[in-house]
């Protein structure tokens, strides 16, 4: 016999359809689909220009997520909020913070606060984070190895359109 909470768990879950207008889980997409949360979850997975998986002077600590493994990415790397602002070039310090907040809100990311002079602030991915992390490091992947034909697609429609 199935225990009520898993019941109840399957039937939500069987609930979520995004090709619904009504759907939680759009919001969800959207939220994830941000080329903001994308590269934030790579960062701090420490999949990045200029990061490794055992740290360096930007900010950056490895963390034992994984078994011990501090050379897989998905084990995740701890970063400063100083250290995403730097790598994540282009990004708006209000953009870094929403975008900060709702991951945290969202449970894919935890913050710590240290009690230093200055306060240390520090972000780390979740379990959960780390499982999104590995869906759209391939998206992030694929738009790096691809934009040059897509480039050459735009030319090419823009050109014929006029």
């Known amino acids: 016999m199935i225990p009520p909470k898993s019941v109840e768990q399957a039937d939500a879950q069987a609930s979520y ?10 919001q969800l997409l959207d939220r994830i689909s941000n080329k903001w949360v994308v590269l934030v ?11 490794s998986a055992t740290g360096d002077a930007a900010g950056t600590t490895a963390t ?3 078994a011990g493994n501090s050379s897989d990415p998905a084990a995740g790397i701890t970063m400063r909020y100083s250290a995403l602002s730097r ?3 282009g990004v708006s310090q209000k953009m870094l ?11 894919l990311l935890t913050r710590t606060v240290a009690p230093t002079v200055p306060v240390t602030v520090t972000y780390e991915l979740t379990d959960l ?7 759209v490091q391939g998206l992030r992947y694929w738009a ?4 040059g034909e897509v480039s050459a697609h735009r030319k090419e429609y823009d050109d014929a359109a006029g």
């Open 41 to 51: 979850l790579c960062a701090l997975a420490g999949d990045a220009a200029g990061t």
């Open 144 to 147: 790096q190895e691809n934009m």
């Open 129 to 135: 984070g780390r499982s999104l992390y590995n869906v």
């Open 17 to 26: 359809n995004a090709f619904l207008a009504v759907c939680p889980s759009r």
């Open 87 to 89: 790598l994540l070039g």
């Open 97 to 107: 913070t929403q975008t900060l907040r709702a991951l945290e809100r969202d449970g």
């Open 64 to 66: 034992a997520a994984v």
